[in-house]
């Protein structure tokens, strides 16, 4: 029970009705008193308190201003005997409810198991729901909460790895037995997050993604289940090594090898379609800025270009039978080499320079990049539900068609249906299809992925087998439909849309009014309503910069004069300290061999490094930690994974709510920050594709905590 109430909390909660007087009526100081807030705690908890430390001061004493008792008797009340099972017994029946009994534990341990653990993970919340069972079916509370609890998850735990063994060929248990094992490295392959953007990487997960499907899961393994249950069978086994996967029963191991190993095929595949379209984005980056490079080279703008050319009018017509070298050079300073320059700034026009990266696109596809379309489209497979995009899908057949053809067969076959609306943009066609109307093979492939890239991005298209990229109508999670009323509440929301529709509806009103109010009464901050072009239309004003307020700037002296400049790694240092988030670092490997001192000092090198993007090499040779680049690298390669950093991540967020006075911050769970995006080389640990921004890192005060 919480510990915090407000007066009209404690009013609503703990006052004593008509009923309750008549059972307290007969009871003297700390009996009456202890009775009286027994009672009121049954009523909101559907259990009796265990200990007097359980009861809220505040309540203690509300309730004993009530009874007319000093609040301090409620010490000597006696947790124990006669008296306080006769007082259960009366709440019990004052409440209509009744004792638990041994078949009220085996029918709650297979209610638990049917209907909470496939979506509840924790004892915490397994134990809240087998209370609020309790409540609801007017049963108190078995004293075995936890055996119970106990009792539910194994028989659950052996109902899903029995329907996990079903779904399994005999193939299929017999690959992951000995990937389990670790013997051919393919544990350590399948745990590791793809490389740096790149063709190479790319090709990479293309293999290790016909590896994960060599081993025969079917798509429907655990149909019926949760993500997040599966989810949660996934992170056990990411943490597990061969030798933790042995101790395990032979169906839990086989289960978590399956759930690793299904759960890592839709990443790959995801992390795919991610290297694809950043792959694409890159190449045409790239082309542009060659020739925006290119262009600088050879165009030097060419000053007072107007006199120039009035020049060379001029003598041209006063001189019309002489010739250009006689009549036109000696018109203009610099006479060959000027006229030479201006021809050279009129060609890097807008319509040459698409051409150019036109041409620079097309060689650098062709010369590298070509070879991944083959292996893409294999490995990938593409569909679509919107007729609006059947020409990009008839397009990536076409593609598949000709995967297998040399590529020095440069053109389609003049009997193909090659699809050129909706695939190729206008600004191409003339690389794409000559005079003739034959079509170029390279051009049109490229223009065919760029096409795929944006439909895959608008989710137009979408990829099988894939999470982030599957179906957009599989978004809502499998069991849906079966648990909505668990889904809705976990989601604070109402299952009746008409009362959602309504709350908003007047959430919404009451901030207009609220927001109409402060515009007349001239408190809005400079935000008011202008017309623009005849429509009214919000203006806010642009603010200044804020007066740094005298209490923070104090505050910064004192910091400074107490601990002086502190160094970031110090900051990340002192965290570990306090909350050990660096042991949610585990490897990859099949074991641990390096004491746990050194990978911890390692650890955080290797954080400090990426997550400042001051980079591996900088941290190794400018430090006096006596720790190599090789050393750091292997650190950064067998521990530093995207689920390694979430959980170290969640660790040191939980613990900093959790050292927070509420008297100082409130009861908030979150922070924001204005931000900025700067650029950064891709291995680091927080950089991002954004449409707008491109690649790089969105940092602020709180991200900068979240890196640390």
Known sequence: MRREWEPEELIAAWTLLDGDWELVGNKTGATRLGFGLMLKFFEQEGRFPRHAGEVPKAAVDYVAGQVKVDPALFAEYRWSGSTIEYHRAQVRKALGFRESTRADEDVLAEWLADKICPMVFTDEGLRAALLSRCRTLKIEPPGRVERIVGAGRARFEREFCLHVLNGLSADSARSLWELATGEDGFLLELKSDPGRLGLETLLEEIVKLRRAKALGLAADLFGGYSDRLVASWRARAMASHPSDFAVNQSPVRLTLAAALAWSRTTEITDALVDLFIGLVSKINTRAERKVEKAIEAEAKKVHRKTEKLLSIAEASLRAPEGTVRQVVFPAVPGGEATLQALVTEAKADASAYKARVRTVLTSSYTSYYRRMLPKLLAAIEFKCNNTAYRPVMDAVDLLQRYADIPNTTRHYDASENVPIQGVVPDGWLEAVVDDNGVIERASYELCVIVSLKDALRRREIYVAGARRWRNPEEDLPTDFEDNRDVHYENLRQPLDASVFIATLK????????????????????????????????????????????????????????????????????????????????????????????????????????????????????????????????????????????????????????????????????????????FGSWSSNLMTEYHARYGTGVRTGSWDLVLAA
């Open 506 to 677: 007047e959430a919404m009103r009451a901030s207009m009014a609220a927001c109409g109010q402060a515009v007349t009464r001239n408190k809005s901050g400079g935000t008011k309503v202008k017309t623009h072009r005849g429509e009214p239309r919000w203006h806010i004003p642009d603010l200044g910069k804020l007066v740094v307020p005298e209490n923070l700037r104090a505050l910064h002296t004192e910091i400074a004069a107490r601990w002086g400049i502190i160094d970031l790694l110090d900051f990340l240092k002192e965290s570990d300290f306090v909350t050990d988030f660096t042991d949610a670092f585990t490897t990859v490997a099949t074991r641990e061999a390096t004491p746990r001192d050194v990978i911890r000092k390692r650890l955080l090198l290797v954080l400090y490094a990426l997550g400042t993007n001051v980079g591996i090499k900088r941290v190794a040779d400018g430090g006096r930690h006596g720790e190599t680049e090789a050393a750091l690298r292997a650190t950064r390669h067998l521990f530093v994974n995207r689920d390694n950093l979430r959980a170290a991540i969640a660790t040191l967020v939980n613990a900093t709510l959790r050292m927070r006075d509420p008297l100082w911050w409130g009861n908030g769970t979150a922070c924001a920050s204005d931000s900025k995006k």
